[in-house]
């Protein structure tokens, strides 16, 4: 029995310790309103250029996004208008959008810009036809 328990708490111990990822309901560097300017990759090489104002983005910083887009595309993560819950997924020294349940990939801030790419997802599996979105403050 004594035998039975230590190997109970082994495995107790490692399912819980050997995890990577840890999930965070928000990120303060991404609170405030951001402007797609641009949208590009996917199976066709899509490049499109937004103008600042046409589709924003604004987190709240509490895990809820507003969306307000007037242009009405729906690609390459476009998202309509609306408020949707995001999350924020570190994984192995990397930073994953989650809105809605549905992963946006990888973001970098730098210099007042967020970048965004699906092709590289928490999971390392990625997406081929991914697309990468350009944001400004």
Known sequence: MKRL??????AVLTLTTSCV?????????LKGSWNLV????????????IAPGKVSWT???SGEI???????VNQGGVLESGKFD????????NTFLVIENNEFGIYTIQNGELRMDEAFTSDGVGKLD??????QR
């Open 5 to 10: 328990l230590v190997i109970f708490g082994f």
């Open 21 to 29: 990822k840890d999930t965070y309901n928000f990120d303060d560097a």
């Open 38 to 49: 641009q949208v590009s990759g996917g199976l066709a090489g899509l490049d499109e250029q």
């Open 59 to 61: 987190f709240d910083g």
């Open 66 to 72: 507003i969306v307000n887009n007037t242009v009405g």
């Open 86 to 93: 995001y999350n924020v997924i570190n994984s192995n020294g």
């Open 130 to 135: 991914g697309f990468k979105l350009f944001f």
